[in-house]
């Protein structure tokens, strides 16, 4: 879907000891480090492209299995994915977007909440 990108994290080193990966960041004072419980729907709004933070707007998924749903507010496509291993996903302004946990999941949000404050719109559009 055009808006969203979904990158599986390569994996660095593997060994006994556990696995290593790389990811992209961004310069950014504050990062929230996020973990919902199983059943929670997080999100559940989209961004207008005010602040650079959310332009895209990037989650570090690290642990746990979760749908996440878009919907392109400009096009109207609707995309719905399960994901259950550590990936990036970065979503363009005008996506609505919103994650069920499926399982306890962990992810970063490569921002701090006030940065992305006034540029966060709870809910769809009304019609």
């Known amino acids: 879907m055009k808006g969203v990108k979904i990158e599986k994290l390569n994996i660095v080193k593997e060994n006994k000891k556990g696995v290593a990966f790389h990811f992209e960041n961004r310069p950014c004072e504050k990062m929230l480090y996020v973990r919902r419980k199983k059943g929670t729907i997080s999100g559940s709004h989209y961004h207008q492209g005010k602040s650079k933070m959310k ?13 996440a ?3 392109d507010l400009k096009s109207k ?3 719905k ?3 259950d291993y550590p990936a990036m996903i970065k979503i363009s ?3 609505y977007h919103e994650v069920k946990a499926l399982t306890d999941i962990t992810f970063i ?5 006030e940065e992305g404050l006034e540029d ?7 019609v």
Do not use: A, Q, R, W
């Not at 949000?109 to 909440?113: A, C, F, K, V």
């Not at 966060?120 to 009304?126: A, E, S, V, Y």
């Open 55 to 67: 332009n895209p707007e990037m989650l570090l998924f690290l642990s746990g299995k979760f749908e």
């Open 69 to 71: 749903y878009f919907k």
């Open 77 to 79: 496509e609707e995309m």
């Open 81 to 83: 994915v399960l994901l």
């Open 93 to 95: 302004p005008n996506i």
């Open 109 to 113: 949000d490569m921002n701090s909440l």
């Open 120 to 126: 966060t719109i709870k809910g769809l559009p009304k």
